[in-house]
């Protein structure tokens, strides 16, 4: 009469790992995978590709220059840091303090600062603010981020024509 039919694909069939379609199908969504941490660390690791207001004349023999500016800045043998505060916080003021000395530990103080900050996501909510003298080799500027999330602070420092990017770190600005 009637015949039982057994199912030869139940839950507890291995068969489907060996099945070169599952296969190929892993592999492909590991090499997916792969190239997806591979591209996440290269925008880490390479510059923001941020664009300035005046790109066309910061790229113009951008490549000839970067060495010399890089010796430079090298032959001046300045010490700079950044103090920055520990959090940052959307709407509300925060102090960053930047110091220069020179080889031998004296003061920078014929330097123009400015501190510029860059959102990744959304050029428009970049700007600048121009840090002020408040003791030899010390400077300092309140910062007022309108925004939460990544940013990234460059400190340039001009002294006479020559400029000179000397610090750049990436923040976390938290909402209220």
């Known amino acids: 009469m009637g015949k039982t039919m057994e199912n030869r694909f139940s839950q507890s069939s291995k068969r489907a790992w060996k099945n070169p379609w599952v296969i190929g199908w892993l592999v492909l969504l590991g090499i997916v995978l792969v190239i997806n941490a591979g591209m996440i660390t290269l925008a880490f690791v390479t510059g923001p590709g ?6 066309y004349e910061l790229g113009r023999d951008f490549e000839r220059n970067r060495l010399k500016r890089i010796a430079a800045r090298n032959a001046l043998g300045w010490t700079a840091h950044l103090d920055m505060p520990d959090e940052n916080r959307q709407g509300v003021g925060a102090m960053y ?19 510029r900050t860059y959102r990744p996501s959304d050029a428009e909510a970049d700007f600048s603010v121009p840090m002020q003298r408040y003791a030899p080799g010390m400077y300092q500027a309140e910062l007022v981020f309108p925004l939460k999330g990544h940013w990234e602070i460059t400190l340039a420092a001009k002294r006479g024509e020559e400029n000179y990017d000397l610090i750049k770190r990436r923040i976390f600005v938290l909402g209220n």
């Open 50 to 55: 941020l664009v300035d207001k005046n790109y």
């Open 97 to 115: 303090r930047f110091s220069a000395v020179d080889r031998v530990g004296v003061p920078v103080d014929d330097l123009e600062v400015q501190i």
